[in-house]
């Protein structure tokens, strides 16, 4: 049984990250998100060459992020599947626990000729009631 670690990370949003409105581009913690939730699985996997981005579940946007703000984010492994895994990351801001974004993405493994492969991921049995939650909304994907 492999015990999942979450991957945690932090960033300073300043000017260049933001959009007309004087608020966090989507587009830039959109990147931010993908390369967090890559790096969860690129851990786990030790294979990062062999991990590809299939689909991105809903990628929501609750609150405005401002320059100056710190965000920090999340990320887990919320299911496993054969050849694929999703990743669920969540992001609050400053020191709160204010949830401003979170979604899930799913990867596939993947051999040198681009065809799917086993990547041994097998999931702990949690008991904490908030990755509960979020493995079932994974199923649900």
Known sequence: ?????????????????????????????AEW??????????KETEK?????CIKIHGLSFNSPVRKGDIINMESYIAKAGRTSFTVYGKVTKNNS??????????????????????HNIVLDENVD????????RALKL
């Open 48 to 52: 990062p060459e062999n991990i590809v």
């Open 97 to 118: 626990g204010e949830l401003i974004s979170d979604g899930f993405i799913t990867f596939v493994f993947i051999d040198n000729n681009g065809k799917s492969i086993p």
């Open 1 to 29: 049984m492999i015990y999942l670690v979450k991957i945690n990370a932090a960033r300073l949003v300043k000017s260049e990250d933001l959009n007309h409105h004087g608020t966090l581009f989507a587009g830039r913690m």
């Open 33 to 42: 998100f993908v390369e967090n939730c890559f790096i969860c699985g690129a």
């Open 129 to 136: 009631m908030e990755e509960i939650k979020v493995r079932e």
